[in-house]
């Protein structure tokens, strides 16, 4: 469908042209002046200079053209020479109920053709998820969906940090508590256990225990660097502990991310590449791109107009040893050969900037993508606690999602019970999908760059900027449309009509916006448009609650109309949430 103010703009460049003036100059936007009107086009001052005439007559004459459009119900030449303009109620009408009857409520799909994939979550295999593995995973999932909106193929990569040297660590210390297990046993030839020597629990203990050990004792991680190394080159028993860790971990990550609702297409991580290493180098050195400096070896990506100093990208260790640059250059090639994506996004902390830049830049260089692959870097900023330090526990330590969600959790059924009679089963539901809810909204509608407080109190309100109030109203719509539906009303007959109602007509255009804003999410990859945009749906629904009677209207045409309306606006809500990743209960 074309947007409402593509139609707007051409009704002005009609009249421009039968004017006898240039039709560009009809281009129309919003008003910044609300109050005087709703939209306007300054056309006539640009044109003033070219047509060599005061552009308070250019602006009249067009304004006179406009008169019996079916567009304006109001268009007025104004001084020096704008053209205020306010749209007619049928126009909006027409269209909203079109957008009704239309896929995707008429948002276009500037994707459409495109293979995209987005590189989010990772996680670190054997480590807690904590808050700071939060926003990836939302933010990551939000824009996937927004790009499969968009039309997009999209395969969404968690890409596990699961080679380094927690692995070692991990095995060191094994090797230490349980020096009997076959795995440690260089002479052992048989089959391994299936069952894995650990559980979750313990493996979340193993990993930070031999950790700190390591910052402490030189040889304990010079033991488990040689665990790592060992890993890395093939031996037998620790393949085989890796195979158990992943095993153990993964089933644990994919029942956090499942309550999060947040899925991966792909679970790859850093050690699928590891083949690819060598050739990769093999190839950067025999093209004369990778030289040695101070015994590692790099990949000059500075240029001539940096303002910012980047150093080389290196690529081996003195040691030989691989790094994080290494992985990531390799992981582009894999997605290369096997995906051939038109574009990569990376949702990462913004922190990680510099790393990216020198990565994109050595793979443009090096020739691994083609020219017209884009590859793009979405940092996020960090979620900070209410004394706008990086969030921790009440005795200093790093938060674990899982408490996290806990304590919003529990804060919210303790509302939604606190006001309400409610069955337990269904309190218990319903305060799980508004806790995700306020989690992934308070996180979404910050700009992703910028960091934000996480504030358990503020995003569990139902009042102001958040998801609880976006999920209230929509309940609310809910409510209404089943109260008409137990008088005997059908919404799936009701046709949205004019109804001289200003603030029917003020949510018709909140509603007309849809397609734009969602192409606009879009091209910018920016999902805190999609809740910016639901927020003054919402408002603009409250608004014409509060002014309007609906069930109890007595003109049956009006009710009808209004229905209708609101029938749209909870299935554009509906529709922004699904592409945020949350979703409505029935009742709260
Ligand atoms: N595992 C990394 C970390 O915790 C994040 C991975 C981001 N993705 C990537 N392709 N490097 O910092």
């Given at each position: 469908m074309k947007k409402l103010l593509e139609l707007i703009s051409e009704e002005v460049k009609k009249a421009f042209g039968e004017a006898g003036?240039?039709?560009?100059?009809?281009r129309v936007t919003v008003s910044n002046r609300p109050d005087l009107c709703e939209y306007q086009c300054n056309g006539a001052m640009a044109g003033a200079k070219k047509y060599h005439k005061a552009p308070i007559m250019i602006a009249n004459e067009v304004a006179e053209k406009l008169?019996?459009?079916?567009?304006?119900?109001a268009a007025e030449a104004v001084a020096p020479g704008f053209l205020n303009l306010k749209v007619k109620e049928e126009f909006l009408a027409d269209y909203v109920k079109e957008m009704g009857v239309?896929?995707?409520?008429?948002?276009?799909?500037?994707?459409?053709?495109r293979k995209i994939v987005v590189d989010y979550g990772g996680p670190n295999v054997a480590k807690p998820l904590h808050v700071g593995h939060l926003r990836s995973g939302i933010i990551g999932e939000s824009v996937k969906r927004i790009c499969r909106y968009a039309g997009a193929e999209v395969i969404g990569d968690?890409?596990?940090?699961?080679?380094?040297l927690q692995m070692g660590l991990i095995i060191y210390e094994l090797s230490l508590r349980?020096?009997?297990?076959?795995?440690?046993?260089?002479?052992f030839s048989g089959e391994y256990p299936k069952?894995?020597?650990?559980?979750i629990s313990e493996l979340e203990e193993i990993y930070p225990t031999a950790s700190a050990k390591s910052k402490e004792d030189e040889t304990y991680r010079e033991k488990a660097m040689e665990a790592t190394f060992k890993l890395q080159n093939g031996e037998r028993g620790y393949r085989a502990l890796w195979d158990h860790i992943m095993q153990v971990s993964v089933a644990d990550l994919k029942k956090n991310y499942d309550r999060l609702h947040v899925e991966f297409e792909l679970w790859k991580?850093?050690?699928?590449v590891q083949e690819l290493i060598p050739g990769m180098v093999e190839y950067m050195k025999r093209e004369g791109y990778a030289y040695e400096s101070e015994g590692a070896l790099v990949v000059d990506v500075a240029r001539?107009?940096?303002t910012k100093e980047i150093p080389p990208c290196m690529?081996?260790?003195?040691?030989?040893a691989a790094l994080y640059n290494t992985t990531d250059l390799a992981t582009i090639q894999e997605r290369m050969e096997?995906?051939?994506?038109d574009e990569i996004i990376y949702v990462v902390d913004k922190r990680q900037e510099l790393h990216f830049e020198q990565v994109f830049r050595c793979v443009r260089k090096t020739k691994?993508?083609?020219?017209?692959t884009a590859l793009r870097f979405l940092g996020f900023g960090t979620m900070n606690g209410k004394d706008g330090k990086p969030f921790k526990t009440r005795d200093g330590g790093v938060m674990r999602l899982q408490y996290l969600l806990e304590e919003v959790y529990d804060e919210m059924y303790r509302k939604i019970s606190e006001n309400r009679e409610m069955p337990e089963e269904e309190a218990k539901e319903t305060a799980e999908i508004v806790a995700l809810s306020a989690v992934k909204y308070g996180d979404l509608s910050?700009?992703?760059s910028k960091d934000y407080v996480f504030d358990i109190q503020r995003f569990t309100?139902?009042?102001?900027?958040?998801g609880v109030y976006l999920l209230y109203t929509m309940v609310r719509i809910k409510s209404i449309l089943n109260k008409y539906r137990e008088q005997g009303g059908s919404v799936e007959k009701a046709q949205i009509a004019v109804t001289e109602n200003e603030s029917a007509k003020e949510l018709m255009k909140a509603i007309a916006g849809f397609g734009a804003m969602m192409e606009n999410a879009y091209v910018e990859i920016a999902p805190h448009k999609v809740c910016a945009y639901m927020y003054d749906l919402a408002n603009a629904f409250n608004h014409f609650y509060h002014e309007t009677k609906i069930l109890?209207?007595?003109d049956e045409g009006k009710k009808e109309a209004y229905i209708a309306l609101i029938a749209l606006t909870l299935g554009v809500m509906e529709e922004c949430c699904q592409v945020l990743g949350f979703s409505a209960p029935e009742r709260m």
């Open positions: 003036y240039e039709e560009e100059l009809g008169q019996e459009s079916n567009v304006f119900s239309t896929e995707k409520f008429g948002a276009g799909e500037p994707g459409k053709g968690i890409h596990l940090g699961d080679w380094g349980q020096p009997e297990l076959p795995y440690f046993d260089e002479h069952e894995a020597p650990f559980t991580g850093e050690s699928d001539e107009d940096d690529i081996l260790k003195s040691d030989g096997e995906i051939e994506p691994m993508v083609k020219p017209e910050n700009q992703a309100s139902s009042e102001g900027n958040t109890t209207q007595e």
